[in-house]
């Protein structure tokens, strides 16, 4: 794509325009326009392109933080809490106080449920499906009863 761009490009390049703008016509614009008017143009547009990135890279770090902060304290609470602290951790080098949790009970999930979930879960994409179609019939319908001819 970038060649036939590049080949269009040139070509526009060696052909002269119909209709240039007469000679001083830039100048005299120019001139027409106060002084403080063009440096502030010239002073405020590349700030403003520099200030985009700069927020959307802000944005970004801070939507990662926010993310693994909690994972990360919650990694750090699980391990000091798993039993498997370390002696010299221990504030007074006693490993029998160290913490024993024992396992957490988890829910079983039997194979009905997951379907009866997964049957909800697809529920939406159906609806937009059936919109879908409907929306297109329509569509169909209109072009034929205002461009084809009757008989």
Known sequence: MRPHQDQLEQRLRREKPEHAAPFGFTERVMSKIPSDARS??????????????????AFALLAIAAVLLPELASQKS?????????????????????????????????????????TQLDDPLEKELNNVISD????????????????
Do not use: M
């Open 40 to 57: 502030s143009f010239r002073s405020d547009s590349h700030p403003q392109q520099l200030l985009w990135p700069r927020l959307a890279t």
């Open 78 to 118: 699980t391990h000091f809490t798993s039993g498997q602290a370390n002696p010299s951790s221990s504030p007074h080098g006693d490993t029998s106080t160290a913490l024993i949790t024992e396992p957490l009970p988890l829910p079983t999930i039997t194979q009905q449920q997951f379907q009866a979930l997964t």
């Open 136 to 151: 297109t019939r329509i569509a169909i319908q209109f072009v034929a009863a205002n461009f084809i001819p009757d008989r």
